[in-house]
């Protein structure tokens, strides 16, 4: 696919219809042959809004192509003309935490595994929201707006008084 | 709602006209509902109703749901915990929230009720703020209760709490059950057949014997969904699940013929329609088209299925400090023995502890008073791989640590693993030529791939091929570095 230089997506509460800071959102890449791309997560800001760059893909295409020689294929000029960003899952989280942490030294060289980072994975807000994905096509990405998710809380997110 | 075990069309037959869907919500992120369509059963893959579980109906109309008969059973009270507790409303008639629950007090025992819309994927909320996105109970509604504290209600008509049950995996193994929050073990033979089900205090509640191709020897086993081998049994029809094909225990043969062919070197294969080779007591057949071994043990050995339990004084206790159980499930303990005779020892399959921890006690050096020893099976001189893959150094290392290839990634799990069968190449600008590889690899890594469940990919004729696909842990039998 063609991918921009960067795209930005806001983050809003279908309820409130304000920007909701704090997830963690991933971007898969459909390859074209063997497994798909997961293009490492960010967090929404005070804004609701993450930016994926063009440059997050390919060095995540070239790590994951590095580590796992066999397991991957695709460039990204050959990926699928659409993208899906997910609310990840509490367990995913939680799961990466737990990766990252016990092989931090197999890992670190590919993927994020400072302190930092991990720190503010592990704080992210998602377990409140429902793990879902959402689809853009290319032509989404290159309409050069923010382009909108809408995610909605879980039922035992909701607080006593809670008018959201 | 409490229902018999049952074919959903049978239950909901008497409202079959005023229902377009039932759907049942199974958790998880991926595909998390199974549904059953009246007049379009065959698309369907919710089967049958079994107790305390929930159910969530599409309504044609606002009109009210009465099952008729003995399908149900209504309690005369409710307990309901503190936060949230789920309340299906079957009464054939609406009611004001306020009036329906005697016994609660809104703002002092429960100050929401919330429900999903099943049209708009949205969920609506109950506040008694002038506001509210609904003020009443409807007929077949799921609703939830939002309790300040725990409290029972005496209801006056026809609505009644429900039950989730929540299985709990680790390594793909079922370990327990939690239904309403109380926890069920399961206990296996070595067939993988739910053998035991025990409580949280190691009582035994249910035990469950079998024929040897799978029929039941014992009753009460419509309790349990998964049965012979772990496999889930369609009441319905009958049959067991086994991912490729179905699988008829009064016949002992499975409905459909083997699509992966069959061995001219073994007669026992030559019926594609039979299972485990004739030999049900010796192999199990996870996937429905490619039979295993069910256990590595020597001759002579079995598995010892224990509950979980306090070893009486005197006796040790088995623990490892590699494993933490999964949320609900125990730590095993066994006792110092020597089993009776026809009952085998525990034995588990080598494996290389994660880091920071220790080695599992074995024959081999002396243990403290009281502790007992858990026999591993030796490492195999004399496997040979069956497959093979092309890897860096680091890849490489984390196999030679874990001793699996690791398909749970930096970035995130899961994904498939890709090896190949057939081919074997010493030198790396071979490999590297040969698979298309980004860059030279470093090292062969040879599988383990009889132990793999879930075979697909490209290229396969008669399951062998140049790239096969699989999301099952593999075991590593040995690796390699590459000549340059």
Request: with cysteine.
């Amino acid at each position: 696919m063609n991918f921009p230089d960067k795209v930005t997506f806001r983050v809003i509460d279908r309820k409130t219809k304000k920007p909701i800071r704090n997830i963690a959102l991933l971007l898969i890449l459909y390859a074209h042959r063997k497994n798909n791309y997961s293009i490492e997560a960010k967090i929404s800001n005070e804004n609701g809004e993450v930016t994926f760059t063009k440059n997050d893909c390919l060095e995540d295409i070239e790590n994951s192509r590095n580590f796992y020689l066999m397991d991957y294929a695709s460039t990204l000029e050959e990926c699928l003309p659409h993208i899906s960003l997910e609310v990840l899952s509490r367990e995913t989280i939680d799961f990466v935490l737990k990766i990252r942490k016990e092989r931090k030294n197999t890992y670190q060289n590919y993927w994020d595994c400072s302190d930092k980072f991990l720190h503010s994975l592990g704080k992210a807000d998602n377990a409140d929201y429902l793990s879902k994905l959402y689809d853009f096509s290319e032509s989404d990405l290159w309409r050069n707006e923010i382009l909108e998710v809408f995610v909605e809380k879980t039922p035992e997110a909701k607080e006593v008084g809670d008018k959201s | 709602m409490h229902v018999a075990d049952n074919k959903v069309e049978t239950v909901f037959a008497p409202i079959q006209d005023k229902i377009s869907n039932v759907w049942e919500y199974l958790g998880g992120t991926t595909d998390p509902w199974k549904h059953f369509r009246p007049g379009l059963e065959q698309y369907s893959d919710l089967k049958t109703v079994s107790a305390g579980h929930v159910y969530y109906l599409d309504l044609k109309s606002p009109a009210g749901l009465v099952l008729e008969g003995a399908a149900y059973t209504t309690p005369a009270s409710l307990d309901f915990s503190a936060g949230w507790n789920s309340l299906v409303w079957t009464y054939p008639a609406a009611k004001p929230i306020l009036d329906a629950l005697p016994g609660l007090t809104f703002g002092v025992d429960y100050d929401a009720v919330a429900r999903f819309n099943n049209q708009t994927k949205q969920w609506e909320y109950f506040r008694d703020s002038g506001s509210d996105d609904f003020s009443q109970f409807e007929p077949g509604q799921v609703y939830f209760i939002h309790m300040l504290i725990p409290k029972t209600a005496t209801v006056s008509a026809p609505a009644y709490s429900v039950t989730r049950t929540k299985y709990i995996y680790h390594n793909n193994q079922r370990l327990a059950k939690q239904e309403n929050g109380v926890k069920y073990f399961y206990l296996s033979d070595h067939l993988g057949s739910t053998a035991v089900v025990a409580d949280g205090s190691g009582a035994e509640v249910g035990r469950y014997e079998y024929q040897p191709y799978g029929l039941p020897l014992t009753s009460g086993m419509s309790r349990e969904r998964y049965k012979f081998t772990g496999k889930e049994l369609d009441d319905s029809t009958g049959l067991y699940d086994y991912s490729a094909r179905q699988y008829d225990s009064s016949l002992g043969r499975f409905i459909s013929p083997d699509t992966a062919g069959v061995d001219h070197a073994d007669p026992q294969s030559l019926n594609r329609y039979s299972y485990c080779l004739n030999n049900p007591l010796r192999y199990v057949d996870p996937s429905g088209n490619a039979p295993m071994s069910a256990t590595q043990l020597p001759l002579g050995y079995g598995i010892l299925g224990t509950p979980i339990y306090t070893p009486p004084a005197g006796l040790g206790q088995l623990t490892t400090p590699i494993w933490t159980p999964p949320d609900g499930a125990g730590i095993l303990a066994t006792p110092i023995y020597a089993p009776p005779d026809n009952q085998g020892i525990l034995a588990t399959p080598d494996y290389t502890p994660a880091d920071g921890a220790g080695n599992l006690a074995t024959p081999d050096f002396q243990l403290p008073a009281g502790y007992g020893v858990l026999m591993s099976k030796g490492q195999d001189d004399e496997a040979q791989p069956t497959g093979y893959r092309y890897v860096g150094s680091e890849e490489a290392a984390e196999a030679a640590k874990t001793g699996y290839v690791p398909n749970a990634y930096g970035n995130r799990a899961p994904k498939t693993v890709f090896y190949t069968p057939d081919e074997e190449l010493d030198f790396a600008s071979q490999a590297q030529n040969a698979y298309n590889l980004p860059k030279t690899p470093t090292h062969r890594i040879g599988l383990d791939t009889t132990k793999i469940t879930n075979i697909y990919g490209g290229n396969v004729v008669g399951r062998k091929g140049i790239e096969m696909t699989t999301k099952d842990r593999i075991p590593v039998v040995n690796i390699k570095k590459l000549e340059e």
